[in-house]
């Protein structure tokens, strides 16, 4: 009797089998392991789950969210309608995460636009002319879109509040946990 050789176990981000544009951009960004926080988030985040993460700054926790959705949108709908929204409280973050986003786009056809205060408003109302499927926004700027224009979330399938405990203003977001 001959003995199953055993599955060879996937490691490091091939075991989240990520399309391949993304697990190349991985690859061209001399990304071969996730780190502690990618290992608990990424797999939760590709399942749906709602998840918290709080965890220290430069552990990762920005591909945690962005990489699975990169994988789940793969490429631009030609259906009007973002299909990803990232809240954050300041515009020093939302560069931060344009920067890392544009790296792991390479190749891949889907569209991003930062919705921010400080901007101009005509500017950012004419980004949404094309079609995003991700949005980067401020709360206070967004709601002033949401109010003065056709901008609909319906098509939202994913919506992440980078930094919620600035966002929600942390002694309030602290007392809700308590």
């Not at 290992?39 to 399942?47: F, G």
């Not at 700054?57 to 990489?67: D, F, H, I, Q, V």
């Not at 889907?110 to 079609?131: C, D, K, P, V």
Request: proline share 5%; hydrophobic share 40%; no cysteine.
């Amino acid at each position: 009797m001959q003995s199953a050789k055993p599955k060879a176990q996937k490691n490091g981000f091939a075991q989240y089998s990520f399309f391949p544009e993304l697990f190349l951009n991985l690859m061209i960004n001399k990304l071969r392991n996730p780190t502690p926080v990618q290992k608990k988030t990424i797999p939760l985040v590709m399942e749906g789950k709602d998840v918290v993460v709080s965890y220290k700054t430069g552990s990762g926790k920005t591909l945690s969210y962005l990489l699975p959705i990169i994988n789940k949108l793969q490429s631009h709908s030609q259906i009007n309608g973002a299909r990803a929204l990232i809240l954050i409280p300041t515009r020093d973050l939302a560069d931060q995460i344009t920067k890392v986003l544009k790296a792991f786009l390479h190749k891949i056809d889907l569209r991003y636009t930062l919705i921010l205060g400080g901007h101009t408003y005509e500017g950012q109302f004419e980004s949404l002319s094309i079609n995003p499927d991700l949005i980067i926004a401020t709360p206070g700027r967004l709601v002033q879109l949401l109010t003065e224009t056709d901008l609909k979330l319906s098509r939202v399938q994913t919506i992440v509040f980078d930094e919620a405990d600035q966002l929600f203003g942390e002694s309030k977001f602290q007392n809700e946990l308590k």
